[in-house]
Nanobody, 118 residues
Framework: VQLQASGGGLVQAGDSLRLSCAASGRTFSSYVMGWFRQAPGKEREFVGR????????YYVDSVKGRFTISRDNAKNTVYLQMNSLKPEDTAVYYC????????????WGQGTQVTVSS
């Protein structure tokens, strides 16, 4: 599977942004999909994941209630809706597939930059 994230940009605190991640290949629906982010000078961190069907999602506490992950298996695309953005959300955002079903996410594409100004 190959992944390409897009939709990032420069926004103000409190704004919303929706990221998209387009996947190649015919097996997209067989993967749990995740979103990750990496802020300058920090390690990449897990943001959340969505089940294969899209029926359930999990989020880390720092984004819970503000971010929503969804997917459209017919379009091989996963989305990250980000509301009430904060400066600390500034990072490069990546999508990834759970390649082995046990939390080994990848592959890592270029990501998309999200910058939130205060």
């Amino acid at each position: 599977v190959q992944l390409q994230a897009s939709g990032g940009g420069l926004v103000q605190a409190g704004d919303s942004l929706r990221l998209s991640c387009a996947a190649s290949g015919r097996t997209f629906s067989s993967y749990v999909m995740g979103w990750f982010r990496q802020a300058p000078g920090k390690e990449r961190e897990f943001v959340g994941r969505i089940s294969r069907s899209g029926g359930s999602a999990y989020y880390v506490d720092s984004v819970k209630g503000r971010f929503t992950i969804s997917r459209d298996n017919a379009k091989n695309t996963v989305y990250l809706q980000m509301n009430s953005l904060k400066p600390e959300d500034t990072a490069v955002y990546y999508c990834a597939a759970d390649l082995d079903g046990r939390g080994s996410f990848g592959p890592w594409g270029q990501g998309t930059q999200v910058t939130v100004s205060s």
